[in-house]
């Protein structure tokens, strides 16, 4: 079966580092989204590897490895707009995307 | 620009009614999905479609139809409600797979069940 793990809940403080863990179990695999949900809104795109290795974007990057069935996001310098709900989503052989139910990050000051 | 838009924000319905909820874009995208969100959850996929006069069902259909009659417009049917469809629905688009399969988002229509 399809399956995604991800932490439920983080907290971490202002102006740290924070990194969200994601291990997955796909049919076939054609890379890994990391989508940012704001409470009450829509998700929104931040990243996608489809190679091993680290992309990095701003304060975000996100690292693949298909070999492990494992992804993370870092977050530096965290503000405390970085709360938010972070979603892992592989996407399988159909090219279907297989989302997980979230990493709820709380940062506090 | 606009984007994606969904129609309505917000509905309640008692069970057994009907409704429609209508998902619009503008960007020309091929690509059109209906996912529902329920809390603890990850979004599940209710139907997609891959194209004008298209569609096909996702992990979730029963209860549920589609159409998508023109390109840019989605509809998801709900012919008899049951308390079990009270969720938070997000229709999405995207160009295609791979990288450009970035999916864009509406901003979720919120439906309660009676």
């Known amino acids: 079966g399809q399956n995604i793990d991800q932490p439920t809940e983080m907290t971490a403080t202002e102006g740290a580092i924070v990194q969200i863990n994601c291990t997955y179990q796909t049919s076939g695999f054609n890379g890994l989204f990391w989508y940012q949900q704001h409470a009450g809104e829509a998700p929104t795109f931040l990243s996608y590897?489809?190679l091993d290795g680290l992309e990095e974007k701003g304060r975000f990057s996100s690292f693949l490895s298909r070999s492990k069935g494992y992804s993370y996001l870092l977050l530096k310098e965290l503000q405390m707009k970085d709360s938010a709900s972070y979603l892992c989503?592989?996407?399988?052989?159909?090219?279907?995307?297989?989302w997980g139910a979230g990493t709820k990050l709380i940062i506090k000051p | 620009n606009a984007g994606v838009t969904q129609t309505p924000k917000f509905r309640v319905l008692k069970t057994g009614q009907s409704m429609t909820l209508l998902c619009a874009q503008d960007m020309n995208h091929e690509y059109m999905y209906w996912y529902r969100q329920d809390p603890g959850m990850g979004l599940r996929l209710i139907h997609y479609?891959?194209?004008?006069?298209?569609?096909a069902k996702g992990e979730v259909p029963d209860g549920y139809n589609v159409s998508r009659l023109k390109k840019q417009n989605f509809l998801l049917g709900l012919e008899s409600a049951a308390p079990s469809q009270t969720s938070v629905y997000f229709c999405?688009?995207?160009?295609?797979?791979?990288?450009?399969?970035?999916?864009?988002f509406g901003e979720g229509s919120r439906l309660t069940v009676l």
């Open positions: 479609s891959v194209g004008e006069g298209t569609t």
């Open positions: 999405a688009s995207s160009d295609g797979s791979g990288s450009t399969g970035e999916l864009f």
């Open positions: 590897n489809v």
């Open positions: 989503a592989p996407m399988d052989s159909n090219y279907q995307l297989i």
